[in-house]
């Protein structure tokens, strides 16, 4: 399963690609106004840090309006992915720049229907959103599972991108189910590689290290 950063900071883009392990970055209208920068630069700047695919998501609301952005945005890099609602308009931008070549990432999945939705529409990436369902006392994982399934069964290419994943345990949870990527919050990100064991191995690794040296030394 491939690990995606859902961030449009570049300070945490950095960081985290400076690990090695970052596959791509997905944005929102939310995550990009907290940057307070021109849409268009800040998505070529991230585009700079990571070479996979970087989701920047159309406004819109009516078909003809998410047409122009999604063929606008499609020219901003090589690797961005234009994204866009599922709704009816929603889908029938997808299937429409779809057919241009352009990669599109359906986001606000909820159901398995909807996910069906994306992909006869052309979908590159379908978004299930797992926090948000489990905010409402759903199972975001299971939906995940059911999708990637269903995938699965009817020989679907487009690609499950779990989204909305806001601990650890969602994280091995969606590769488990199947997911193909799972994009978090750097603070998740972040608390993936921890572990309080890790941390005293290293003190323990080092101290004795030290100490060995030092009755070595000449
Ligand atoms: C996905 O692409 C979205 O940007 C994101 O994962 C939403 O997460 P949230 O429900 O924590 O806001």
Redesign the pocket.
Known sequence: MQL?L?TANLDEITEIAAWGVLDGI???P??VSKEKRDFKKLVKDICKIVSGPV?A?VVSEDVEGMLREGRDIATWAENVVV?CPLTPNGLAATSKLSKDGIKV?V?LCFSVNQALLAARAGAYFI?P????LD?INEDGCALVEQIAEMYHIQSIETRV?A????TPPHVHRVALAGADCA???YKVFKQLVHHPLTDQGMEKFLADWKQAQAAVAP
């Open positions: 995606f859902d997905t944005t929102n939310s995550l989701s998501e994204k990432n986001t978004s959103f797992v926090g948000r905010d991108l989204a909305s994943v806001r994009t978090m919050p």
